[in-house]
């Protein structure tokens, strides 16, 4: 099957195109935002080919995978052939309500046409789907190994932009486990939160950093795994990948309770509440006891392993891809 989906997320797309087919992603002169291309610091397989918008509509496109709303008109102009109507395609929705949880009705709510994906229980439960034919495929990832080894006592965040996202990533609940232990954000514009934060605060320097730039995915994953734990600090999210990556890296994890964290993370793992006291207080506990924290990395490995596992993400999507095509 010829597939064709934009590169919007980097992880989910990294696992997606693990599977049996060709996929192209569109590729304009500057990379932006609606022609990314080929990742380059993730490790893609040689079946992802990046073309320019004129040479698609020559290509034999079995079925179109839509991420955001726009996608819509540029696949029908790029294409020549309406999604839907004139071609097979589904729409990935990644994210949970952003104006109106309950109540906010998506985009294709009016249409049948078109399946709607969503990536977690909660997103489709939150979400106002319509008459739009809806399922569930939740996350899986490429398994980045065990590579935990808590050397540094320190807690590590991974959130883009946190200081325009303010609450909704819980950016604000970092400077609560400071006192505690020091703490590293990764992330785009990450120092641009820490930073400031630091001097505010008066914090020696390296209590709070932030690191913007890392050059591979798996330098990412080698670099979380040093510290001792990592933080899930987001109130309104959909389910992070970079939380289940740091499971199946065996590292503890201590998680607000909130949206598909709930069922994503079992308490084994290292905490998961709505009370910020008590993830703090485990954060103390696991500095201390490097073999606790490394048993609950353990089980936080093994229940990411089973719940969000490559091979059953890939089977669940060729399963949707081939009905679709039938």
Not at 37 to 62: M, N
Request: aromatic share 6%.
């Amino acid at each position: 099957m010829r597939i064709l989906l934009w590169h919007v997320h980097g992880s989910w797309m990294t696992a997606f195109v693990q599977g049996g087919h060709d996929y192209l992603v569109p590729v304009l002169p500057d990379r932006g935002p609606d022609g990314l291309g080929r990742a380059r610091t993730w490790d893609w397989p040689s079946s992802v080919t990046e073309l320019p918008p004129a040479a698609l509509r020559d290509q034999d496109i079995d079925a179109v995978v839509l991420q955001r709303p726009h996608e819509l008109e540029l696949a029908a102009n790029w294409l020549g052939r309406r999604p839907g109507y004139e071609l097979p395609a589904v729409y990935l929705e990644h994210n949970t309500p952003d104006a109106a949880p309950c109540t906010q009705r998506h985009l294709l709510a009016d249409r049948r046409d078109i399946p709607l994906v969503h990536v977690s229980h909660f997103n489709e439960l939150f979400w106002d789907n319509g008459r739009a034919p809806t399922t569930v495929i939740e996350h899986g990832i490429v398994d980045p190994g065990v590579r935990y080894t808590g050397e540094l006592g320190r807690a590590a965040v991974v959130v883009n932009e946190p200081a325009r996202r303010g609450r909704i990533v819980g950016a604000d609940l970092v400077r609560r486990f400071l006192p505690v232990a020091p703490v590293d954000v990764f992330g785009m514009q990450a120092r641009a939160f820490a930073d400031p934060l630091t001097r505010a605060a008066g914090l020696p320097p390296d209590r709070l950093v932030g690191y913007d730039q890392i050059d591979t995915q798996d330098r990412m994953h080698t670099e979380l795994a040093r510290r001792r734990v990592y933080l899930h600090l987001t109130r309104w999210t959909s389910l992070g990948l970079t939380l289940i990556e740091a499971m199946q890296l065996a590292m503890p994890v201590l998680t607000v309770a909130s949206t598909e964290a709930v069922v994503a993370v079992p308490p084994a793992a290292g905490a998961i509440s709505t009370d910020v006291r008590q993830l703090v207080h485990r954060l103390r506990e696991l500095l201390a006891e490097p073999e606790q924290a490394r048993a609950c990395g353990l089980a936080a490995r093994a229940a990411a392993l089973q719940r969000y596992g490559l091979k059953r993400f890939l089977t669940d999507w060729d399963v949707l891809l081939d009905g679709l095509i039938r």
